[in-house]
């Protein structure tokens, strides 16, 4: 018997004549929503036992599915079991979706439309999602790093972000600082920060920190979060986060730029001691003030906070997803006048005096800034 087969419009307004509509898609297909009133019946268990759902063979009976090709295959063995009046929708919940009927759902409609190509990606998915909107990040520095880094993790649905940083917006900010307008110079960049992410993702909750990081306040502030970011790119920031986030088993998302140059890496020897390096293994000691490099002196080129930045949030992504390979133990280094990414293998020194398992913590330093954070 040849099945009829129908639009969802047509389906819909069957349906609002009487006629039973049954998604006959697996539970795990309903992340996205379900049609509007859709009786919900994957197929296998309708087809063993039809009369559990349908009273009687002469019912009209709807049945979609994902594209339309089960839902045609389940009419035909409820043709050849007696029922008679079976029709399929054509392209499935995608068309219904598309044709804009109405969806029943578990999650409202911002989330669902504003997160669809997470939600279509088996890694992420509903449950990666809502993993995400229980996620909380520290984001040191709303400066160049941690301009890309904060959009993307906004846009992305992180539902907690602190940012953290005790500047104002300058002028010459804004050649990399993305977040920032015109109309902010002279405004602290963390309500600036704040105004521009809320309006890209009103669901997320900004806790805007005007502070620096210091001995006194550094573990309050990453107490209560999931993963770091290291936007801040000085010195004495750096050391304080990366001891600290060894103390507090989280993991640290660093990177760094120097005029065409970056370079990022995640440091996680707070949970993985003597396995994972910290930034200490990498540079036990902090450079003289005369030798390390200074942004406002050396320049940076625009676009390499961006990308630097954006590797940062991506790693911040994976850890909080726990999807992929993180940078733990490599650090990617980047040249952009050459174009070229390169790797290198980095080995926790048993000798560090932070991580080393069974190092005594000679407690938190406050060194002397040396670069002010850009
Ligand atoms: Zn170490």
């Known amino acids: 018997m040849s099945i009829e087969e129908i639009s969802p419009q047509e389906a819909r307004d069957r349906q609002q004549r009487g006629a039973v509509l049954i998604d006959v898609r697996e539970t795990d297909e309903h992340a996205l929503g379900t049609p509007a009133d859709a009786l919900l019946r994957p197929r296998l268990q309708l087809e063993n036992d039809p009369d559990a759902t349908i009273a009687g063979k002469n019912v009209d009976v709807l049945l979609i599915c994902g594209s339309g090709k089960r839902s045609l ?21 995608h068309a219904w979706q598309a044709a804009g ?37 520290l984001l040191v520095g709303a400066g160049g790093l ?56 009103p669901r997320v909750r900004i806790d805007a920190v005007q502070a620096r990081v210091t001995a006194n306040n550094v573990e309050t502030l990453i107490g209560d979060v999931d993963v770091v970011i290291d936007g801040a790119d000085n010195f ?27 370079q990022v890496s995640v440091f996680d020897a707070g949970r993985r001691r003597g396995t994972a390096p910290c930034y200490r293994c990498l540079f036990p000691e902090p450079p003289r003030a005369e030798d390390a490099p200074n942004c406002a002196e050396a320049g940076v080129l625009g676009v390499l906070p961006g990308i630097i930045g954006l590797l940062q949030a991506t790693e911040a992504l994976k850890l909080l997803l726990g999807v992929g390979r993180s940078l733990s133990g490599r650090l990617l280094q980047f040249d952009a006048l050459q174009m070229r990414f390169h790797e290198i293998r980095l080995s926790p020194d048993p000798d560090c005096a932070v991580c080393a398992p069974g190092a005594v913590f000679p407690g938190y330093q406050e060194l002397q800034a040396i670069c002010a954070g850009h």
């Open 146 to 201: 941690g301009s890309p880094a904060a959009f993307y993790l906004a846009a992305a649905g992180v539902g907690f972000l602190r940012l953290v940083d005790d500047d104002v917006v300058d002028r010459s900010n804004l050649q990399r600082q993305i977040l920032h307008t015109d109309a902010g110079i002279g405004t602290a960049k963390v309500a600036s920060a704040t105004q521009r992410l809320t309006a890209l993702n």
């Open 101 to 137: 009927l109405p969806i029943s759902s578990a999650h409202d409609g911002d989330f669902l439309e504003r997160y669809s190509r997470h939600l279509r990606l088996p890694q992420v998915g509903v449950d990666g999602q809502k993993k995400l909107e229980r996620a909380r990040v």
């Open 236 to 262: 004495p920031t750096r050391y304080l986060l990366s001891d600290a986030c060894v103390q507090m088993a989280k993991p640290l998302v660093y990177g760094a730029v120097h005029r065409f140059e970056g």
């Open 73 to 93: 295959r389940a009419a035909q063995a409820l043709a050849a079991q007696g029922y008679t009046r079976l029709a399929s929708v054509a392209g499935g919940f």
